[in-house]
């Protein structure tokens, strides 16, 4: 069974850091790319930012040189370390897994940024 798991969101001041993680199981993790998407309350979902099983990464240009995504294929892992948070970055953090036609989602966690 596939199982994408998310955690670490909550809520932090503008400025401040969370890292997002995200447990992995039920399928072959290393040979897929991974990606964090959110969605805003009244926007669509959007993609954060992503990396391919090589450890090839790419993001959002919003958040380009504050948010990082990493793997860690030993333990099933994917993160999202975001820092200089804005509150603009308030949404619903979901992690994707994608092989070709496979899609695979998570349930989503929360990060809401205010002061």
């Known amino acids: 069974q596939v199982q994408l798991v998310e955690s670490g969101g909550g809520l932090v001041q503008p400025g401040e850091s969370l890292r997002l993680s995200c447990a992995a199981s039920g399928f072959s993790f290393s040979i897929y790319n991974m990606g964090w998407y959110r969605q805003a309350q009244g926007k669509q979902r959007e993609l954060v930012a992503a990396?391919?099983?090589?450890?090839?990464?790419n993001a959002a240009d919003s958040v380009k040189g504050r948010f990082f995504v990493s793997r860690d294929n030993a333990m099933n892992m994917v993160y999202l370390q975001m820092n200089s948070l804005k509150p603009e970055d308030t949404a619903v953090y979901y992690c994707n897994a994608n092989l070709g036609p496979r899609n695979f989602w998570g349930k989503g966690t929360l990060v809401t940024v205010s002061s």
């Open positions: 990396i391919t099983k090589s450890g090839v990464t």
